[in-house]
């Protein structure tokens, strides 16, 4: 498995595999072809928070359909513009696939935080993955946690390559809670592998709502994701980097931390500190966060 390509290529092959690999038309074939699926008993559903990416239902939404580990795809759509849900409209429904995919939305738009969290709540399924909605899950990630035979609804379990741009293929196999989180701090290997800002990953419904479900009240998106998994390691949980899997992860100038990517930095840096310092969530913390 490759788990690593030179920076400077990175963006011509992540464009070179979509016009391969992740059509709309090859989305709409792998929709005909799963007709006749039998999900398994066992299958997972996908959570999606989504704003204003319609005309690119297609990405996250590849290889979700042609998996018999995944029984459903909700997504979440937080107030896009009428064009954008419509577009997303159009799409789910030419693919003939029925209430396997989900299109819930609401008003007014409430950031991507609690949109994730309100997407997870909308699963029907105890596991679920949660899925940007630029980003694909390849085949391997799902294959890779369906193969788990014993899951532990306390670990959130990660992808060690985020194809092409983020490796974690260091912390393959790992289990990461809050202490080695801090020695990791400590000696620079968390900054530099950057699994603690990664947020494209399987979680246990209920054990997810009930740390994160404070977050719907998160006064500011920035470095959300980041924010996110320090709260659970905080309060307990843990992360595993899978030995296997992979998942598209798009660098999109549209996104948040693009347009937000000073004031995230400075959120980044805050936390590491806190890391560094040994200093779990907080009641003053939390005020400091959601008020």
Partial sequence: MITKIPKRWAPAVSRLHDRMFCS????LAQARASTQLAIRPDAISVAIAHHNR?????????HLLSSDFVAEVVFMDDASRPDEFRALEK???SLGVGKRVRILRREPNCGA???KID????ASREWVLVLDSDNTAFPSFLSAFSRIPHRDPTVIYCSPFAFPYFSFSAFRGRMLDFEICVDLTRSGELR???IINDGNYFVFRDAYLKTMGCLRNLRSDVADVFVANYLWISKGGRLNVLPSGTYHHRIDASSFWMRTAEESRQRVIELFSRLHAGEKWDSNFESEMIG
């Fill in 24 to 27: 709309p038309e090859r989305v």
């Fill in 91 to 93: 799409f789910v429904a």
């Fill in 192 to 194: 530099r592998i950057f």
């Fill in 113 to 115: 935080q609690a949109t």
């Fill in 54 to 62: 319609g005309t690119s239902a297609h990405l996250p939404l590849c």
């Fill in 119 to 122: 997407a997870v709540a909308a």
